[in-house]
Nanobody
Framework: QVQLVESGGGLVQAGGSLRLSCAAS????????MAWYRQAPGKQREWVGI???????RYDDSVLGRFTISRDNAKNAVYLQMNSLKPEDTAVYYC????????WGQGTQVTVSS
């Protein structure tokens, strides 16, 4: 059974940084596409970025140049490094992978104060 567990969220001031982790089990991050999403209060969940099985990454324009997705195959984990955080980055952040269906983690809260 695929399980994804996010961690690393918290409260940070604008301009600060956070590193989120997504620990996977029941599948290998090295051969699956792994995506990050976020959902702000009262808004729809939105795509943040993705790391493909090839290692190629893509990002939404709103985070391009500030966020970086990476993975550690030995730890079977994916990371979202977030720099130059803005209040509008406040959201619950989720990782997702798709196999027979979409698998989501439980999310981790990121709050950026102004």
């Amino acid at each position: 059974q695929v399980q994804l567990v996010e961690s690393g969220g918290g409260l940070v001031q604008a301009g600060g940084s956070l590193r989120l982790s997504c620990a996977a089990s029941g599948m290998s991050v090295s051969i699956n596409h792994m995506a990050w999403y976020r959902q702000a209060p009262g808004k729809q969940r939105e795509w943040v970025g993705i790391i493909y099985s090839t290692g190629t990454t893509r990002y939404d324009d709103s985070v391009l140049g500030r966020f970086t997705i990476s993975r550690d195959n030995a730890k079977n984990a994916v990371y979202l490094q977030m720099n130059s955080l803005k209040p509008e980055d406040t959201a619950v952040y989720y990782c997702k992978t798709t196999r027979s269906r979409d698998f989501w983690g439980q999310g981790t809260q990121v709050t950026v104060s102004s």
